[in-house]
């Protein structure tokens, strides 16, 4: 006896539900978006991206795979053309759900599920950079007071340490100044 499938049943039985998602996913790459109940949208999210990363791979085998569920040969391609370059950068996620209200008719619960296709922001490693150069500013005045400088090259190097100590506010900038110019100062008495 076949295994019933978790969650919410959708249709009458297993080959009615394998198609009404198969439909869903096919006007979901054809439309970009589409307007469904939640539970339908939430039964479509996992078989979409399944298919948008075989339609990553891109290979002749993942191709067929797709075609076994879809079966439309316009929008498999439409998806391994324009959908999966644009999703290329991206680990997953590929789909948005988004609660609309409820519909009038039945008072169903509806939402839009819809293909996330915006660009992937590089992720920013702001606390190991900003530890680096400022272990490098505290060392750099240690080892220059042997070589004779001018005053306005003590400034300006003092405008460098405080640039790259990673001075946040104006505040904080002028009293990293301070320092850096009794630092000069303790270095010439």
Known sequence: MPKPTKGPRLGGGPAHERLLLANLAAALFTHKSIKTTETKAKRLRPLAERLITFAKRGDLHARRRVLS?????????????EIAPLVADRE????????VGNRKGDNAPMAVIELVL??????????K????PAAVAEETPAEEPAAEETPAAEESAADDTAADAGAESPEEGAAAEAAAEDAVQ???A
């Open 129 to 132: 950079r900003s530890a680096a």
């Open 186 to 188: 303790d270095d010439k």
């Open 118 to 127: 915006e660009p992937v922001k590089p992720k920013a490693k702001a606390t």
């Open 69 to 81: 569920v879809i079966g439309d040969k316009e929008v498999v391609h439409v998806l391994f053309t």
């Open 92 to 99: 997953g996620g590929y789909t948005r759900i988004t609660k």
